[in-house]
């Protein structure tokens, strides 16, 4: 374990299954392949967007991302707090928990950001390469040491105007009987920063059932698994919950800031009214 990477106890034999109606093998397949392929395209298409101003390049990533939810054949959700398109002077940090891949392009689809990712990706051939140009900061989550130097980069990132993303349970939890705490590292650097953190909350279901195990991306489940998982899972919904953002200086240390940011992610009784839904 370390101060970036705890373990979960979800596993994929005991979480990562779905419940419910399926979908036929080529149908899904049909689905897998337009998933990847749209996948694909935005990566390659990196370098050319980041040649477009700002707000046209978070318009066109908002677009791609939501596409590639929908072309793996999962509806879209958004509920909350409408969350403004311009990115505040001293930057924003976007925290939310954290249950499958589909996360990423989940919020990007809402609130395109820099994402934090661990540094092995760096060196994976092609999509290593694409992330470094997407802006994604790249940091050591197995090396306490690095610490400090991950929280710098990250407070430089936020500095700077830039909106960033980050997942501080550290790891995937399948939804069920809550998750893991929010690790404080990351939101020191919003306090050095002096930046806002916007809550969000993930979650999945499929009709009669509030979690879908099918979106779960858990343990050592392979990738491929769980892709086809979720394409042969007939009416999963991804939820997405803007909750308002905690300003900066609200809270006296990482730690309470930690916890307040993680009790809004939890808090889903409150009945907050729907931005938009998209089927």
């Known amino acids: 374990m370390s101060a970036w990477l705890p373990v979960a106890p979800c596993t994929p034999r005991d979480c990562a299954h779905h419940e419910g109606a399926g979908r036929a093998p080529l149908p899904a397949l049909a689905l897998l392949l337009a998933g990847c392929s749209l996948t694909l395209l935005g990566v390659m298409s990196v370098p050319v967007v980041l040649l477009l101003p ?11 991302a939501y596409a590639v939810v929908r072309a793996f054949g999962v509806r879209v959700r958004i509920t909350g707090c409408p969350a403004g398109r311009a990115r505040p002077p001293a930057g924003e940090l976007v925290v939310a928990n954290h249950v499958s891949w589909l996360d990423i392009p989940l919020v990007a689809a809402v609130l395109p950001a820099r994402m934090v990712a661990k540094s092995e990706i760096r060196h994976w051939p092609l999509l290593g390469t694409f992330a470094a140009l997407g802006g994604t900061l790249f940091i050591e989550r197995d090396r306490l040491r ?7 980069t990250l407070a430089g990132a936020l500095s700077s105007g830039s909106r960033v993303a980050v997942f501080p349970q550290g790891s995937t939890w399948c939804g069920r009987g809550g998750g893991g705490r929010f690790r404080p590292a990351a939101f020191q650097a919003a306090i050095d920063a002096g930046s806002a953190v916007r809550p969000v909350r993930i979650s999945y279901r499929t009709a009669g059932t509030d979690t879908a195990g099918a979106a779960a991306f858990v343990g050592d489940d392979p990738l491929a698994a769980s892709l086809w998982r979720v394409v042969t899972a007939a009416g999963l919904v991804a939820e997405i919950r803007i ?21 809004a992610v939890a808090n889903d009784s409150a009945n907050l009214p729907a931005a938009s839904v998209h089927h």
């Open 54 to 64: 700002p707000a046209h390049r978070d318009a066109l990533t908002r677009r791609w």
């Open 146 to 152: 690095a610490l400090p130097g991950a929280v710098r």
């Open 243 to 263: 909750l308002p953002p905690v300003p900066a200086g609200h809270e006296s240390d990482r730690r309470a800031l930690a916890r307040a940011a993680q009790s």
